[in-house]
């Protein structure tokens, strides 16, 4: 199965600041990768796939890369994008996730 | 508003068995295939089962295979999943999700509940 990775495991950011988070496929995934976003309590939020923000999505997240370095950019944090962020490649099966990266408020 | 809400987790020894349902609303259930994820403490998500909409295509994670059993009912709208013979390291949230469309080998997951919390220990 593809193993995903993901870095860095914790990200402390400030409030305004940038975001950059990335992950690896351990083989190529094409551009089949999505983003998720999980805060405690709560169902994980779809973010993107491919290059598509998800509807109603700030145009502060985007996603890029493709075959098998992608990144998530929060341009402007804010302070409900504090969370667990997912990646998960599509590519093939079985559906693989990294292991999440944390963005916490510095 | 779509609504997808789990249940069925708790505190089950070793080799016992659980049952989750996961009660989908606000779509047509029928038009989808879906999923269960699971999370399992200090690791990411890990995916467990899937279903067609029409439940002739059903798949396991190796982990799971020979033990659970995906099902679902479509006059009801709801999702399953029979757990057997429980290990301790099958201890996480479970998720189910939803599929884009109806069939199992479809894409990522655009719809996810808040999942429920299954504990397997002596």
């Known amino acids: 199965e593809i193993v995903m990775t993901q870095s860095p495991a914790t990200l402390s950011v400030s409030p305004g600041e940038r975001a950059t988070l990335s992950c690896r496929a351990s083989?190529?995934?094409?551009?089949?990768l999505a983003w998720y976003q999980h805060k405690p309590g709560q169902a994980p939020r779809l973010l993107i796939y491919?290059?598509t923000r998800a509807t109603g999505l700030p145009a502060r997240f985007s996603g890029s890369g493709s075959g098998a370095e992608f990144t998530l950019t929060i341009s402007s944090l804010q302070s409900e994008d504090f969370a667990v962020y997912y990646c998960q490649q599509y590519n093939k099966w079985p559906r693989t996730f990294g292991q999440g990266t944390k963005v916490e408020i510095k | 508003e779509v609504q997808l809400v789990e249940s069925g987790g708790g505190l089950v020894q070793p080799g016992r068995s659980l049952r989750l349902s996961c009660a989908v609303s606000?779509?047509?259930?029928?038009?989808?295939?879906m999923h269960w994820v699971r999370q399992v403490p200090g690791k990411g998500l890990e995916w467990v089962s899937g279903i067609s909409w029409n439940s002739f295509n059903i798949d396991y994670a190796d982990s799971v295979k020979g033990r659970f059993t995906i099902s679902r009912d479509n006059a009801k709208n709801f999702l399953y999943l029979q757990m057997n013979s429980l290990r301790p390291n099958d201890t996480g949230l479970y998720y189910c999700?939803?599929?884009?469309?109806?069939?199992?080998?479809?894409?990522?997951?655009?719809?996810w509940g808040q999942g429920t919390l299954v504990t397997v220990s002596s």
């Open positions: 083989q190529s995934v094409s551009s089949n």
């Open positions: 999700a939803k599929a884009l469309g109806p069939n199992l080998y479809t894409g990522y997951f655009d719809q």
């Open positions: 491919g290059a």
């Open positions: 606000g779509l047509t259930f029928d038009n989808y295939g």
